[in-house]
């Protein structure tokens, strides 16, 4: 169905999209992680691994030995192309499976001329393809009703039509974007009554537990399942300093684990306190973890590292982060109040204060003067008198959440990269890269502009431009986020995702490695359709107070409905791709075990889903076909015979006329070639049948009657109600005649010649093919990788 969205703005009220992919399982396609043997037409994009792939053919090449064996012509080739179709990135359009209230079809929505030939030359397949009367019934009778109920209402995904649309595979397997060029996203609930969560983070110990801070003071474990233990990780409130105000930034602001934390349990966090009841300031600290309790922190740990005077209640920075050269870096805001106005020149243009800066610490040591941290050899300032040596860089306003590039997976680009966003002040908000050394203007400049006109024209400003910038039209807060490194949505590789508090509004920043230019990427919520699987939802909060990546490179977002410290309003928020995933079984975790004391909470979403929790896919399970004996055929079906000494074995006599079918997959241990021919299958049958042929050829000449041998074998062994007998009783007594006739005649020649071939015995060779033919199914099926 093509996807239409309303604007009120527009005259014209309805404009056309680009569909997105969807699989029948209710997820989107993706590249599979090995090519496919059977289905190859959709090895780059699709909705099949190999071993989905494995299984249609196995499905495949068991109908092709019922054709055989019922003498029918094979249709190898629609067959195949039909059956592919579960493969199809557009599988549950084709399939008409995006209302999950109806029973999905089996057989995929055929375009009236593709249908027309494929009843003239095809019917006889169906009944291995559907179990649908209706379309049985209508088979038989019209092929224009026939047509009509297999097609679909929408022409565009009827298969072929589905392959030649240049609207639908453009852009196959690329970001979904709606007419105005918006990145569809979806999410998935993942935590929730939680108030204020400042931060989220995950510890590098391969436990994949994450670590959610409330503004208030305490810190929840949260656990893979989703479940938040009881226990708090670490309870703080009586100490920091916060306020119910609303949008009040003080707090607990900030943690970091030790890269080492695994080995010495060490962790870093920032808050807000007041002494005396008068002085704010801010404390960066160091705690332990428990030495008897992974999941909870030692409270007598704490050793306050640094602490730093705030003038006023706002711009309190908060962002704590070790960068890939194993230092500590803090991120302070410029002190409060607006336009930094402390001193001549303002607190971030100040090097001499450590307010409106990024700081860099070591904390593996002690240095002098009774410092709880050493001085990086390399730090930018040190040789100047008039900047504290732990000044990185400088000129920032207040800096709300920073994060550290992972780097692409392969290539590694982009490793180490430092990425912030700085809360602007009257007209721009910006996202900028930290440089060591680097001047980021604050209040020389806000974002591309100036601001104090003075400073911006000084000849000595040397200040690093930000990446982005945007207006208060759009946001009026920046929340500062991730570049996307994870597995499971590839098409998000690379892209730089942050948000606004006050806006509420997603964004985007794609990189022109070529030119080192960052270009917008506008978000926004998939619509009902695009968002059409399970568990997904396609709205939140509109305050969004931070962004997380865990341990697996996943991105998440934490936003309220009311921005106070104390309601529960809190949840978060993971990012999918709707358009593109990875190939199942490619993103999964080996968290190493977490033992847990005390009760566990399990995780209850609140947020309403595009579908119903109780609404599941409707995908039948795939139906097996075993090879069975020949059944009694119809005047029209059978193929003449002439003398006894023509008649040949069973497979044989059913070979179709024209090209043969695809030769059927042999092997176990590794990726199935199917460039093994069938007539290698047929050698090594022929061959054990030359070993029992005597010991069948006497059983053969016991038999009395061949009428009782051929109606005991008549009944195919398919899931087809409707099929069932239906050639007995449409046989007419000359037909059970004629096959008497025939029977008995071969049976008194095998009778009287029982050395001979086992071409010149039809009913041997007919009843040691069926049970080689049993027992090779068993033992070649397609490996299932």
Request: some cysteine; hydrophobic content about 30%.
């Amino acid at each position: 169905m093509i996807m239409q969205r309303r604007f009120p703005s527009n005259p014209n009220p309805v404009i056309q999209a680009s569909a997105h992919p969807q699989c029948l399982d209710f997820e989107p396609p993706f590249k599979p992680h090995w090519h496919l043997e059977f289905c190859t037409q959709y090895e780059e994009f699709g909705c099949c691994d190999q071993k989905a792939d494995n299984m249609i053919a196995e499905r495949y090449w068991d109908i092709i030995e019922q054709l055989e064996t019922a003498g029918h012509d094979l249709c190898e080739d629609m067959l195949k192309e039909i059956m592919c179709q579960e493969c199809s990135p557009y599988a549950a359009h084709l399939y008409d499976a995006e209302d999950p209230h109806t029973p999905i079809r089996d057989l995929p929505g055929l375009c009236h001329s593709y249908c027309s030939d494929f009843h003239a030359k095809c019917r006889h397949v169906l009944r291995y393809l559907t179990v649908n009367q209706l379309l049985l019934d209508t088979s038989d009778r019209d092929v224009s009703t026939f047509c009509s109920i297999a097609d679909l209402p929408d022409q565009d995904y009827c298969y072929p039509n589905v392959l030649k649309s240049t609207d639908l595979n453009s852009n196959l397997g690329q970001v979904v974007e709606d007419p105005k060029g918006c990145l569809q996203l979806c999410l998935t609930e993942v935590a929730n009554g939680l108030r204020n969560p400042v931060l989220m983070l995950h510890s590098g110990d391969e436990t994949h537990r994450m670590f959610i801070a409330e503004q208030l003071g305490f810190v929840w474990v949260y656990l893979r399942d989703g479940s938040r233990l009881e226990q708090p990780f670490l309870d703080l409130s009586g100490e920091v300093m916060t306020t119910p105000w609303l949008g009040d930034e003080r707090g607990f602001l900030g943690m970091a684990f030790h890269p080492k934390y695994w080995d010495n349990g060490r962790f870093f966090i920032y808050y807000s306190i007041q002494i005396n009841g008068k002085v704010e300031k801010i404390r960066i600290s160091e705690m332990k973890v428990s030495e008897n309790n992974m999941n909870v922190a030692d409270p007598l740990s704490e050793r306050v590292i640094l602490e730093i005077e705030e003038p006023a209640a706002n711009h309190n920075g908060g962002q704590l982060l070790f960068g890939r050269d194993g230092y500590l870096y803090i991120f302070t805001g410029d002190g409060g109040k607006a336009g930094d106005p402390f001193g001549k020149y303002g607190n971030a243009q100040n090097k001499s204060s450590m307010l409106g800066k990024v700081l860099r610490i070591d904390v593996d040591g002690s240095g002098h003067g009774g410092k709880q941290y050493r001085i990086p050899p390399d730090n930018p300032f040190l040789d100047d008198p008039d900047a504290y040596p732990e000044v990185f860089a400088y000129g920032v306003r207040n800096m709300w959440r920073c994060s550290v590039d992972r780097g692409d997976q392969v290539s590694r680009y982009g490793k180490g990269r430092i990425f912030c966003g700085d809360v602007g002040q009257n007209r721009y908000e910006e996202i900028d890269i930290i440089e060591k050394g680097g001047n980021y203007g604050w209040r020389a400049k806000e974002g591309f502009e100036c601001y104090d006109i003075k400073l911006c024209h000084n000849s000595s400003l040397n200040d690093i431009l930000p990446i982005f910038a945007y207006s208060h039209h759009v946001g009026k807060s920046v929340t500062g986020g991730y570049v996307y490194r994870g597995c499971e949505s590839p098409n998000l590789n690379g892209l730089y995702i942050f948000g606004d508090f006050m806006s509420g509004r997603l964004m985007a920043l794609e990189e022109d490695k070529s030119s080192g230019i960052w270009k917008e990427r506008s978000v926004c919520m998939g619509d009902a359709t695009t968002c059409s699987f399970p568990g997904l939802i396609n709205h939140h909060h509109k305050f969004i107070i931070s962004f997380a990546e865990d341990e697996a490179g996943e991105l998440y977002f934490l936003a309220t409905s009311y921005p106070s410290a104390t309601s529960p309003s809190g949840t978060v928020f993971k990012f999918m791709d709707p358009s593109r995933r990875a190939p199942p079984g490619k993103c999964r975790q080996k968290p190493l075990p977490v033992k847990v004391r005390g009760k566990k909470f399990p995780f209850i979403p609140r947020e309403r889903t595009v579908l119903d929790t109780n609404e599941k896919p409707t995908r039948p399970p795939p139906r097996k076909y075993k090879p069975s004996p020949k059944p009694p055929v119809s005047g029209s079906q059978r193929r003449p015979t002439t003398t006894a000494a023509s008649v040949t074995t069973m497979a044989a006599a059913a070979k179709p006329k024209g090209k043969p079918p695809p030769t059927k997959p042999i092997g176990r241990n590794k990726p199935t070639s199917w460039k093994k021919t069938k007539i290698q299958k047929n050698d090594k049958d022929a061959q054990i049948k030359k070993k029992t042929v005597s010991k069948k050829t006497k059983e053969a000449s016991q038999k009395a009657a061949g009428v009782k041998a051929v109606r005991g074998k008549a009944k195919p062994r398919t899931n087809q109600r409707v099929s069932e007998n239906l050639n007995m009783k449409q046989s007419s007594n000359s037909l059970i005649n004629r096959i008497n006739s025939q029977r008995n005649k071969q049976q008194k020649e095998a009778a009287a010649t029982p050395q001979t071939s086992e071409k010149t015995h039809p009913t041997v060779s007919n009843q040691t093919k069926t049970n080689l033919k049993i027992k090779n199914t068993k033992q070649q099926k397609p490996t299932q990788v």
